[in-house]
C-alpha cells in the first residue's frame, strides 16, 4: 500500500467513524425529525380600481292613497286652498294664519273645503261661501274698535250661524261647531277675548234684541249676492 492510498484510506476512517457508520458511533434514529414548515395562502390584496358589488335591497311598496285621501287632494286643487299651516305659528295667533289674504284661516279654510265638498252636491259652492263667511266674520270680530262695530259684527255672526241652519245637510252644523271647537288657536288669548266680551253689560243686553227677523234678513241679504 502506497503512502497516498493509506493516507485516503485513513480519511475515509475518521468520516465514516464521525458519521456513526458502524461500531459504538451511534444511530441513524437519534437524529432529530425535520420541522415542517406550515403552508398558507396569502390573503388576496383588494384591487382599488374595482368597484365592490352593490347591496341590493327591496324597496318597501308605497301603500295606495285611500279613496278620501284622493278626494281630498281634488279639492285642494279644484278649489286652490292654501297650505296646511304650522300648527305652532298657528296656534301662535288671535285668528290662525291666512296666507292667502282672504280673511280666512287657511286651517278652517281647508276643513270647511274638505268636509262640504266630501260629496259632489249641486249646492257645495253655496254651502262652502256660507261656512266661509261665518270664519271671516269671526275673525272680524276681533279686531273691533268701538261697542257699535262690535255688536255689528257679532250679528253677522249670529246670522251666518242661522244660514247654516236654514241651508246645511242636516248635522252638517254640529260637526262644524265639533271642529272649530278642535283648534282654537291662541287660547289664553282667546279666553280673554270672551271673558271681557261676557263683561261687557252693554253688549250682553244688545245681544239679547237681536230678533230672528234680523239674522233672517242678513242670511238673505248674503244669499242673494252669491255669484250664480
Do not use: W
Not at 304650522?86 to 291666512?98: F, H, I, K, P, Y
Amino acid at each position: 500500500m502506497n503512502k497516498l492510498h493509506f493516507s485516503l484510506l485513513a480519511a475515509a476512517c475518521i468520516v465514516l467513524s464521525a458519521c456513526g457508520s458502524g461500531g459504538d458511533g451511534g444511530s441513524n434514529n437519534d437524529r432529530p425529525e425535520p420541522t415542517e414548515t406550515p403552508i398558507t395562502t396569502p390573503t388576496p390584496t383588494p384591487d382599488p380600481t374595482v368597484s365592490p358589488d352593490p347591496v341590493v335591497t327591496t324597496p318597501t311598496p308605497t301603500p295606495e292613497p285611500t279613496a278620501e285621501e284622493v278626494r281630498r287632494a281634488q279639492i285642494e286643487q279644484e278649489l286652490n286652498l292654501p297650505p296646511e299651516p304650522d300648527e305652532a305659528e298657528d296656534n301662535s295667533t288671535l285668528a290662525g294664519v291666512d296666507s292667502n289674504g282672504n280673511g280666512i284661516p287657511d286651517k278652517r279654510e281647508r276643513e270647511n273645503a274638505f268636509l262640504i265638498y266630501a260629496e259632489e252636491n249641486e249646492n257645495n259652492a253655496r254651502d262652502l261661501a256660507i261656512v266661509n263667511e261665518y270664519d271671516r266674520s269671526l275673525v272680524h270680530l276681533y279686531s273691533y274698535t268701538s261697542n257699535e262695530e262690535l255688536l255689528d259684527r257679532y250679528k253677522r255672526i249670529e246670522a251666518m250661524y242661522a244660514c247654516e241652519l236654514k241651508y246645511l245637510p242636516e248635522g252638517m252644523p254640529n260637526r262644524l261647531i265639533d271642529l272649530r271647537g278642535s283648534h282654537q288657536y291662541n287660547m289664553l288669548d282667546r279666553l280673554q277675548f270672551e271673558i271681557n266680551l261676557s263683561s261687557n253689560k252693554q253688549f250682553i243686553n244688545a245681544v239679547s234684541q237681536f230678533s230672528d227677523t234680523d239674522m233672517e234678513q242678513i242670511c238673505s241679504e248674503f244669499i242673494s249676492n252669491l255669484p250664480n
